[in-house]
């Protein structure tokens, strides 16, 4: 509903973090049901593909504090959003010259692409590009969840 012009300012603007309210979806079995917006599947590597490489919005060390540092700080969720001693290591490997969404609203169950290797706490969870069947995830709780405490 934005306009692209608009969506650019807003992302290079410095407080500007990303998230996706997506749920988390399989491009197969009782998924393709429904449709659903191509950012379920793309959000992330859209900023990373179009925004950082193409457009040249903002550079990919900014993109990355966006994606992981800064959503972390604002959203007081302990112990992630970056590589420090004592953090849960989520880390994503991924090919900044392919990395690249490939939903469309026209066809949105369409996995991304360029992303070679995730790691969730620890545990390897995409290897080459393959998902390893690891579920290491676990539920992240903010100041939001009633038990939190700061």
Request: proline share 6%.
């Amino acid at each position: 509903m934005m306009s692209e012009e608009n969506v650019a300012k807003g992302i290079a603007l410095p407080w500007v973090s990303f998230a996706s309210d997506a749920q988390s979806m399989a491009s197969e079995g009782v998924f393709l049901e429904r449709s659903t917006h191509p950012r379920a599947y793309g959000n992330f590597s859209r900023v990373l593909g179009k925004y950082v490489r193409e457009d040249e919005v903002i550079t990919l060390p900014d993109a990355i504090r966006k994606l992981s540092k800064l959503p972390a700080t604002n959203l007081k969720i302990r112990d992630r959003g970056e590589l420090a001693a004592g953090y849960f290591a989520d880390i994503v490997i991924f090919n900044p010259s392919t990395v690249s969404d490939h939903a469309t609203f026209d066809a949105p169950h369409q996995y991304s692409t360029g992303m070679g290797h995730v790691i969730v706490n620890g545990e390897p969870v995409i290897h080459y590009g393959d998902h390893t069947g690891a579920l290491p995830g676990q539920v992240v709780r903010g100041p939001g969840w009633r038990g939190w405490q700061d």
